[in-house]
């Protein structure tokens, strides 16, 4: 057994819902300890949250970067960092820890602006330091199984994506912590669906696919009055070797939940999967019954064992797959594992990519606009 | 009882896939006896058939002309006629009868050119005779059921619309008489997938949703190599007053049968509907668990009472769908009934500048093209 | 083409149900012309039912027996008759027309009583005229794949069936004249849902398996005050060789339209089918995943092509496998068929013993009952 | 932030399934740390075990008496320890612990035996530390919220149960340590199926129901050859004040995983919930449309909001539910919960009860056994 990896967490206080996550998605499999955090941007709120997780008061920062600074010097300061605050705020606290030596998960998208994602990169790439971004639903299992399935020719040459994530929790005018910094683009960036959102589901996209993305054009609205960004989008997708994509965002949707569904069509067969039944996937080779492929189930290829903890039939979600970013994270860390299927700093810019791209694409009425 | 309407059929020859389908639509309610007919424009075949299916002999007619002018002098000559050709022939035909004021019945789409279809129009405006076409989907209960739920408000103000109808059955070259007329261009017209399904779904976003289409932007694809028309279309639409929606259809997409689905989403609710499994809809007001609403079930309205013959929970498919649109077609041909929501030469029009916007918009690069 | 079958019926008038659903099934394929009728023990309704059925007066009749006489004397009088009363006039309707050589399809149960079934078996034995028992989901098609793919061996031997069908209408006191006969004993027989349904299922699992079921142990309950039928009943089932298996039939299970739903597991493989979406079955091959079987659809086996009209994906539904039988109905009578696979006299027997069965081992405390 | 409850482990090595379950259970949350273990009965594999989990060398033990005397005796001792070893170990390793004063998480069956299973109820009866026994599904929000339902009056008075739990793991021989112990009598009792998965259906009936169980008849098989206990059940159950219920477990079943599913039925409505996707449930009021009720959707009651993690649509699965055991069980141990719907000792007696009564009841051809 290897000790656990010494964490600190950038945002994620009392009233966030996404380092609430991060930390059980970091505990679930025993590989992390939480040690130290800069929890929120308002100091009291900082502390207050860092007492109530039990961490030290000397650790409990109330800033990122007096946290940064402090804790490279300590002989047991945290390895890595969990960064888990508004878009706006990821590439600045990140810095802070990559130039040290620490190493970043950090939620996405990467960054508020596209300028910022650039710099990011080239931030990851000067630095030794590990850099995870969260595009959490890569590590469900079946999704996995899904891309080396396409990887294999399973599907033949791959044609059509669709690929789709619908909510419905900002269908009217909402104010609440989370639906405030969302929906405002001085902390989310100029997309709202498409960047907390239409990011996820174009990264799945590519992911499964293995496709390189090249042009997109974007129908982007905001039906709610008021609000200062998109809150549905439609998006018709080109991918370089010829296959097309259609994404559908919305948080104007009343029944979905959180209904991220992709199906992928190649010339020999189609997949489908969603994420709010995670544990079957639909298989169809041309010309036969469609398969229900189960988590955990028959003809789960060992590649996947490693990303399942129960048998088939108990299900696994959204928390299981989450701790799979992280567990695949600490055996990068570590150096036991290659994280290659990990997403990268270059997935987070291909996404604000895709978000200024579809706000461009929208703004001039439709127009193709280049990923590359 | 009144005594049942005396049909024709023009087309429906013994291999044809749809002309079967009407027939039994027509029989289901006892409404119509098959009488006359020019079933194959090959006249050997027209015979063949005409005898298997019982017919007199001289009431079997080697073409549609011949059939219209002498059944127009018979005494108990048909009073309606049924139009189950391949899409090029519908307008020459339908022509031959409704100028002797013989009502039609007509497959969809209209025809297989748009200078076609706006000729259609004028000739059904100069003719007494009744003209309906067989946008048969529009006849499941359910799908009526959503119309006057938007109607009457329950979704509040319409913003997205997703439609969607993919098969699977072209994926590979395909070589017999139904794949070899529906991807010629001269039979089928300039659409492929979008002239032979994509023309049902765009119809039923329009017939549930009551909106105005305005404008459309698409990318079309032929994954099939020497494939002469579209397989599959990616669609993005606008409609009068703001509503937007996105509509795929794709006959390449292995494991779908005929996978024509359609969400409508509002200010108020959402709702859901397949086709594969009709006998139940998806309802879900803001803010409440979503309703399972079944065809024949607790809350049917009673004005959708008449096109159901089954308890619920005894499901009914697409012939009784099917059949609903005769059934409707008959009170109409009677006047006992006002047809109010059948579908109409305007309907087909409009199917047709559908298909037409499709592939101007992709061949402009995804322009925006009117459909006023 | 041969001429349609004429057919009579016995039962059925303006406010009956299965009546309507006999006529449809009879209509769909064109293979009958109904032409007389005794459709009321109410002369008055009788002769209105008629009328609003478009028979000719003369062949409207008061009664089943002045019908069976006329009509077995006219040069053109019915071959057959649908008989659609309630049960308890089954058997004596039947007798009228048998004994004249006149071929009869019959509603299920059998009789009211086990004396009648097994008189009824003797009469039919008597006759050269065919007798059809309207099992009607029987004639779904994939209810054939099933039991040919048992037959084959496809599910190894056969250990466990799970067969159910629930309702819900009867949740609460009802008035009206189904639930009137339906749940009075002298019309319907000893057993409730027992009679009305379960039979359904207990045919249903004998007909897919193909085993012959040896005894029984029942717990059957009246819940709703007053009832005094069952209307709910618990059953363990044993087979001929070993397999055992449960049912459960229900009229009092609010959420449940008519859930009938058979699952069988074999030493190699499962298979689950259920009415209300019949177009499609689970096939569980031991240790491979679950393949969805579709009608019509990849892997549909020649022999049940003749009972499909629609292409996989467009869905048939109660009334196209009650239509089924009626297809093989005429080929029997025309003997152009076999009627191999009808439910015969005898299965009608075994479902009135079902009947009797279980209201005599709910009477002993759930002793095992033998059903030889 | 209260400091983690030190926890030790019996059973739950290296090859084991449960034991890593309950792990991560107590992991997910924050609330234990694991501090100690007699992780096997073979010593090597135990330190082997823990050594592999991170444990102190010292607080790795032989067995679980050793464990239980110097754990006691520590000043930072283990406050309570998981019990997951084979079933017939429970009560003797449960025995060491609580009588030390020692709280004890247990999983079930209680016991192999009735005769410890009431020796069991004496020994907690006697002692002041806590007894947990892990019926984890009870866990699942859903099901908390389906058993407030039914204590609400929402279904009225509960007339049917149908509850079943098929998996096919055991369809064939199999020889591993799972299946050896599982089907081993003098280690896991003398109940198959009915122990290892009956045992869980009919606590799940009794807990969402809240109805008191009053005797059963069943009929039990040992399908594979050679095997020495049930592995497949069927049961019929009556409860006092009158609901009936059946329940089948079976580990013969092709095509089923985990299928644990529940459906109750009331004068009022019914409700469904099945394991494999235990994030929706259907509630079907009588005489309205069915509403799927979405765990941490619309209408979550407060009472069961401290029972999820993560937003509507985000999928939770078993290692949530059961960590809600273990959430509430560290409540319990700190006095800060009452504990009111954890599954007690009492539910254990009653499990070994059924798996009892089943045994005999089979062996009297289904006579009825009183539960009591």
Redesign the interface.
Known sequence: ?T?PIRLGMVGGGNDA?IG??H??AA????QYDLVAGALSSSPEKARASG????LAADRTYDDYKSMAIREARLKDGVEAVAIVTPNHVHFDAAREFLKRGIHVICDKPLTSTLADAKKFVALTEKSDAKFILTHNYTGYPLVRQARQMVAAGD?GEI??I?V?YP??WL??EVHNKQAEWRTDPSRSGAGGSTGDIGTHAFNLACFISGLTPDSL?A?I?S?VPGRQVDD?A?V?L?FQGGA???L?C?Q????????LRI?I??????I?WA?????VM?????????????RA???MPPSVAHLT????????????GFANIYLEAAALIRGTGDGADLPTVYDGLLGVRFVDACVRSSAR????IDLG
């Not at 007492?51 to 039990?54: N, P, R």
């Not at 009425?365 to 193709?368: F, L, S």
């Open positions: 057994m000790k819902f609430a996550v930390r059980i505990r679930i499999d025993g007492q109530a997780l039990g599907l044609r059509v669709q789709e909510q419905d269908t009217e054009s129908d609205q039906f549905n439609h018709m080109r097309r994509g259609m559908w919305s104007v949707a009343p029944g979905n939940e959180n209904g199906r069509y190649g010339s020999k067969g189609g489908e994420q709010e039944n995670p544990n639909a298989y169809s080779p041309f010309g036969e019954p469609t398969r229900l492929i189960t189930g028959n003809g903890r129960t048998p088939g039939g108990h299900p696994e979600g959204y928390l299981e009425n439709g127009a193709w």
